[in-house]
């Protein structure tokens, strides 16, 4: 790898490293802690199944084609991101940095993407592309699954970002196949 790259490589590193660990530090509030803890909680699957159930409540049949298309998209992107973290395999931050303080349950051993940040971006985009009027709802929500995982030293910003991207991405490609 040239000189140059590496620099920037390790440059970038330096930084996403220094603000995960500013990040993260807010944890050590307790109020900021607990809710992050639930918030990330909740995106474990819990906000986005609710949501789904309430769809078929309320929309009947109507709703099917918004739940399975959330459902199939969502499945796509857990074998998507399980393989990445398979062949990525970077460590968790709190495994690495003494300075950050794990506030969280790590749902697997590695750090690259964020799967909750990946899902959260896949069902957010699917349930408002068919219900724009949940945005205000859901795209805080979206906001603050991301910011979780850093705040709970589960995930290096770029993580984050990396999964937000990718969740992005396959929701736009399964409207392609819907």
Not at 12 to 23: E, Q, T
Not at 79 to 93: A, E, F, Q, S, V
Not at 171 to 176: C, E, G, H, I, V
Request: hydrophobic share 50%.
């Amino acid at each position: 790898m040239p000189f140059k790259m590496r620099w920037y490589l390790n440059r970038m590193h330096r930084l996403d490293s220094s603000l995960c660990i500013a990040v993260n530090q807010t944890s050590q509030v307790r109020l900021i802690r607990d809710v992050f803890r639930l918030v990330s909680r909740l995106g474990d699957g819990v906000f986005w199944y609710s949501l789904m159930l309430l769809i078929l409540l309320f929309e009947g049949s109507a709703g099917l084609k918004p739940v399975i298309h959330m459902a199939l998209a969502g499945l796509f992107g857990t074998l998507l991101y399980k393989w990445l973290k398979g062949k990525t395999l970077r460590p968790r931050p709190f495994e690495v940095h003494q300075d950050i303080f794990l506030a969280g349950k790590p749902l697997d051993k590695f750090s690259f993407p964020s799967g909750h940040t990946l899902h959260a971006v896949v069902f957010g985009l699917v349930a408002i592309n068919y219900y724009p009027a949940l945005s205000f709802l859901i795209m805080p929500f979206v906001s603050m699954v991301g910011l979780s995982r850093v705040v709970l030293g589960l995930h290096y910003p770029s993580d984050v970002l990396a999964g937000a991207l990718i969740g992005s991405l396959i929701a736009a490609l399964s409207f392609l196949v819907v």
